[in-house]
Nanobody, 119 residues
């Protein structure tokens, strides 16, 4: 059974920092590309950051220079370090793991963790 369990969300003032973690089980972690997505109330889910199996990271423009995604294959965990948080970063944050198997993406999602940034 595949499980992705996020933690580290919470309430923080603007300018503050949070570190999200997502622990995975039931997948071959080092063969999965990983990502963090977020969904604010009334909005569609959007990609925040992704990291490939070779640790190439990409970020959406609004978080570049503030957020850092990283992975620890030994611990089967992906992290999102968030600094200089802004109220517009408020959302439920989801982690995602994706592996290319037999010609298609095999994708799994976590349950999400709430991040609230007060002004």
């Amino acid at each position: 059974q595949v499980q992705l369990v996020e933690s580290g969300g919470g309430l923080v003032q603007a300018g503050g920092s949070l570190r999200l973690s997502c622990a995975a089980s039931g997948i071959i972690f080092n063969l999965n590309a990983l990502g963090w997505y977020r969904q604010a109330p009334g909005k569609q889910r959007e990609v925040v950051a992704t990291i490939t199996t070779r640790e190439t990271a990409e970020y959406t423009d609004s978080v570049k220079g503030r957020f850092t995604i990283s992975r620890d294959n030994a611990k089967a965990t992906v992290f999102l370090e968030m600094n200089n948080l802004k109220p517009e970063d408020t959302a439920v944050y989801f982690c995602c793991a994706a592996q290319w198997i037999d010609g298609k993406w095999n994708i799994h999602w976590g349950q999400g963790t709430q991040v609230t940034v007060s002004s």
